[in-house]
């Protein structure tokens, strides 16, 4: 059921690294992003794929991690992604991609849950650093950038309480995130 994937679908930070994806298994992935709606179908989104360590390795040191866990620098080695789709925006196409890149995302994920992978969007990061790392041409710019991996760590939904949306780990290192109740959204 699609239910099922959507929550199984979580924010996935720790992963086995030592269990590759395969540029085959990110080639499905954008496929499922290439299937999706784009405003004005122009579909101005491209894709950087990364699956080999030593392109991962590029990647990795300048995204950010799990802001509101200020303890955490994120993922040691060991638990970093397997994988990752750098999403670009080709500004030759156009430069406005209204809300193209979240809907390409999400199908990407639930197609890497499907595949009992896991994965985490990564907004806050240094653009312009990795942008000359890649050596991508000027005319790409990066929206943002998709972590995937085999997840290592249990996520759970929980009730949002007196407003407070910060996730939390616990001592098991049990990963919570608060979500809003279905009352609380609907507007009448
Ligand atoms: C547009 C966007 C940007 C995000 N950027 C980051 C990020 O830079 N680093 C990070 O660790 N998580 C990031 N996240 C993940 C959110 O923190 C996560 O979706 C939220 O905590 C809810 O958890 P859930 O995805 O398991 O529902 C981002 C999510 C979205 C939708």
Redesign the pocket.
């Known amino acids: 059921m699609l239910k099922d994937l959507v929550q199984k679908?979580?924010?996935?930070?720790r992963f086995h690294q030592d269990k590759p994806i395969t540029e085959e298994t990110l080639l499905e992935l954008v496929e499922l992003a290439r299937l999706s709606p784009s405003a004005r179908n122009a579909q101005p989104l491209k894709y950087f794929i990364s699956t080999d360590q030593a392109s991962n390795d590029k990647i990795f040191p300048h995204?950010?991690?799990?802001?509101?866990l200020k303890e955490w620098a994120?993922p040691v080695k060991g638990e970093q992604p397997s994988a990752y789709i750098v999403v670009l925006n080709d500004t030759e196409i156009s430069s406005n991609y209204f809300c193209d890149d979240?809907i390409a995302?999400q199908s990407i994920l639930l197609g890497a849950v499907e595949k009992e992978l896991g994965g985490?969007?990564?907004?806050?990061?240094n653009r312009l650093q990795l942008l000359r790392e890649l050596q991508l041409p000027s005319h790409l710019k990066i929206v943002?950038v998709i972590a995937l991996g085999h997840p290592k760590e249990e996520?759970k939904?929980e009730e949002m309480k007196e407003n407070d949306h910060r996730?939390w780990r616990d001592v098991q290192e049990t990963?919570h995130?608060p979500?809003r109740a279905l009352n609380d959204i609907i507007v009448k």
């Open positions: 679908n979580r924010s996935y930070r995204l950010s991690w799990a802001g509101y994120g979240g995302t985490c969007i990564i907004g806050s990061l943002h996520v939904l996730y990963h995130v979500k």
